[in-house]
């Protein structure tokens, strides 16, 4: 049973939050599953642009209704709390809502996978004056409310406030419409997203061919780089000082290709929104570009007005004040461009009298009042990759003055996420009773998830490499588990500090890696391009060096699992080997 708080399926990309003119990041070929193409007639699509959001949901709908998942989904329906019982097992308990009535249940449940990601729950700002502002006040994951309020209620002037892609397609939706958007981007925050067009360096590739290019994967740090089989090459890329040279121009060259194509220079109005760090810090907050007309236009005839400050107060009909003492009066409305909660928004309890908080058990970002000594594994991760030594100057203090959200009555997590493979608990890695899928952000969404979802398979069933009889119940089997996952969570606080990258997972160029690293445990061909091919130094080697890794790449990838569990299984009864924990007995 797959539980849905949602209207309709599709996550982000649901129909109920979507608008007109919503795409995509993605281009064609790059937002699909590999055991179900995206077919261009089909969905009405061109080789080059970018996905519309209403073709998105439209795929993912026949995605669900091909492989018969519909009836096992279970729409409108929100989890509260989830309670680890003594025997390993999970109790739910869910609100159903539907036309007529609400109802509480409970449900039971051997195994439970937490997909909730990390943009589900709103972070919505509570500012001084509230009360009295006299206009809406929306949060982006409402925008097409918002959208719907400005066509039945006259609308000259909105407000922004935010800095990443969700604030700039909130932006280009008004001004493109002529409407004055005032966008406000917090003084005492990360600053102004960086945007790229879809192509870029002056070879004009595209964007995404670079990040998920093998040769281009090799000039970013990445502690599980090594998964990858080229551990070589990456020792003398990121340990000699050639190599860091090397890595260090790559990066010149992409930063200052980007900024001379906004060319932010050029108008002091642009110049407001030229990144406050370098590229190479900034993680998945990368965007691209992806409007019809040009952004920048709006900007410089000022349809489009830059303020970087706080938002002091609100006051009456609609008037906003700033740290800078500008007044902002009359807007029409104000949209939260705010970001997410990033820690799930269900209650996780023990069954104990005192219905403890699982939150540090589960390995979930969470308050203590002492934090981990983190010095041996920093260290690590130092020595490894002395490119990181040297942390940019963030413009975002540890307690910034940022408005106040609706759950401020709580202590702020002060820990981030710290799960084995970004998938499991530690502590529960023996049981196998628990997975969460999508603490993650990543250029390539559809990819991950689904070689997350077969991991996940593969580890219920006891079916995964790593699994083997002879170290999983050692303790110092549970203590690599332990190590690996506190090594790859924390590697984000040096790898990505200008991004989310302090507080779960966040990359880009580490995305092919990433996968590899999972496609490991499941004994499945990591070298795609190679794959069946003849010959490691023809042609082969180049296609694997040099070309692009899309879901292509990755079909037949389910057969190709089962066929290795067959041949494992032949050989560990033919000559006592492994197949796995247990042999698999479970799956």
């Known amino acids: 049973m797959l539980i849905d708080a949602s209207r309709s399926v599709g996550g982000v990309w649901a129909k109920e939050r979507l608008w007109p003119g919503l795409v995509s990041n993605n281009l064609l070929g790059t937002y699909e599953y590999s055991d179900f193409p995206m077919d261009p007639l089909t969905y009405g699509l061109k080789p080059g642009k970018p996905i519309p959001g209403d073709v998105l949901h439209r795929y993912l709908s026949d995605y669900a209704r091909h492989f018969g998942l519909e009836r ?29 009535k609400s109802t509480v249940v409970t449900l039971d449940t051997k195994r439970l996978v937490v997909a909730t990601g990390l943009t589900s729950t709103a972070n919505t700002p509570i500012f001084k004056g509230q009360s009295s502002f006299d206009r809406p006040i929306f949060h982006s994951i409402d925008f097409p409310k918002c959208r719907q309020y400005s066509t039945e209620n006259p609308t000259k002037r909105v407000g922004i406030i935010g800095s990443a892609k969700s604030a700039w397609d909130a932006a280009y939706s008004y001004a493109a419409d002529g409407v004055h958007v005032d966008w406000i981007i917090r003084q005492d925050g990360m600053g102004p997203s960086w945007m790229a067009p879809p192509y870029v360096t002056p070879f004009k590739i595209w964007l995404e061919r670079i990040a998920f290019t093998r040769l281009f994967t090799w000039l970013s740090p990445c502690i599980w780089g090594d998964a990858d ?34 060319a932010y ?8 929104l ?4 370098d590229l190479f810090w900034t993680g998945s907050m990368l965007s691209i570009l ?18 970087i400050a706080n938002i002091d107060e609100l006051s009456p009909e609609g008037s906003i004040h700033l740290s800078t003492n500008t007044l902002l009066p009359k807007i029409d409305l104000l949209l939260c461009a705010t970001g997410w909660s990033h820690v799930p928004n269900i209650t996780f309890l023990s069954s104990s009298s005192s219905g403890q908080d699982l939150a540090p058990h589960l390995g979930l970002p969470h308050h203590t009042p002492s934090p981990p000594d983190f010095t041996s594994i920093d260290t690590q991760i130092l020595t490894a990759f002395p490119s990181l030594r040297s942390q940019p100057p963030l413009t975002r203090s540890s307690s910034p003055s940022h408005p106040p959200s609706s759950t401020d009555h709580l202590q702020p997590p002060n820990t981030s996420y710290n799960l084995h493979r ?8 023996p049981q196998r009773t628990i997975a969460f899928l999508g603490c993650l952000t990543t250029l390539s969404t559809a990819l991950v998830a689904q070689t997350q979802a077969l991991w996940t398979t593969a580890y219920f069933s006891n079916l995964l490499l790593t699994q083997s009889p002879s170290s999983s119940s050692s303790p110092s089997h549970q203590s690599n588990i332990e190590h690996d996952a506190t090594l790859h969570n924390r590697f984000g606080k ?22 590899d690293l999972l496609l490991g445990d499941l004994g499945v061909e990591r070298r795609r391009k190679v794959k069946g091919k003849r010959g490691w130094w023809g042609w082969g080697w180049v296609r694997e060096v040099v070309g692009q890794y899309g879901p292509g790449d990755y079909r037949g990838l389910v057969g190709e699992w089962v066929d290795g569990l067959r041949r494992r299984r032949r050989r560990a009864e033919g000559g006592g080997g492994e197949l796995g924990e247990g042999g698999g007995n479970d799956g």
């Open 72 to 100: 096992h989904i279970q729409l409108n329906s929100r989890v509260l709390s989830i309670e680890q019982k003594p025997n390993d097992t999970w109790q739910l308990t869910v609100a159903r809502h539907d036309i007529s």
């Open 229 to 262: 089989g080229y551990s070589f090459i990456r020792r003398l890329l990121h340990n000699t000082l050639p190599g860091r040279a090397l890595v260090s121009a790559f990066w010149r060259l992409v930063t200052n290709d980007l900024l001379t194509l906004n």
């Open 265 to 272: 220079s050029s108008h002091p109005s642009t110049a407001k």
């Open 274 to 277: 030229r990144p406050w760090t």
């Open 290 to 307: 992806n409007y019809p007309t040009n952004f920048f236009d709006l900007v410089k005839n000022n349809t489009i007005t830059v303020h």
């Open 422 to 429: 970004f998938l499991i608990p530690p502590s529960t890695f």
């Open 494 to 515: 040096f790898r990505c500090p200008a991004g989310y990258g302090p507080r779960f997972p966040d990359f880009v160029f580490d995305t092919v890696p990433y996968v």
